[in-house]
């Protein structure tokens, strides 16, 4: 039998780090958080929003050409297995 692992209170990465011996990770992560966040938002800046839109919108054309209309969103199937609840519960408390 395996023993039950105990639980740990939310530790941070340089905490973890720290207890495993390991503070060239958390340098490194020092190191690298912040080139990465620059390159995200030098993506960002040089997307081509309008571009990125008429992708976006021809996915959802194609989508909607390919999909089959739904006949309901499905809350009136929820509202009946609802209300078959509330009745068996209501007959629950009875007996």
């Known amino acids: 039998m395996m023993p039950t692992p105990t639980p740990q209170p939310d530790l941070s ?4 780090a720290r207890q495993k011996g390991n503070r060239s990770f958390v340098e490194k992560w020092k190191l690298a958080g ?3 966040r620059e390159s995200r938002e030098k993506q960002i800046r040089q997307a081509d929003t309008v571009k990125s839109m008429a ?17 309901g969103s499905g809350l009136q199937a929820w509202q009946k297995i609802m209300s078959r609840l509330r009745e068996k519960r209501k007959n629950d408390r009875v007996l």
Do not use: Y
């Open 13 to 16: 990465i340089e905490d973890l």
């Open 34 to 36: 912040p080139m990465m």
């Open 55 to 71: 992708i976006l919108a021809g996915m959802r054309e194609d989508a909607i050409r390919r999909l089959p209309m739904r006949e």
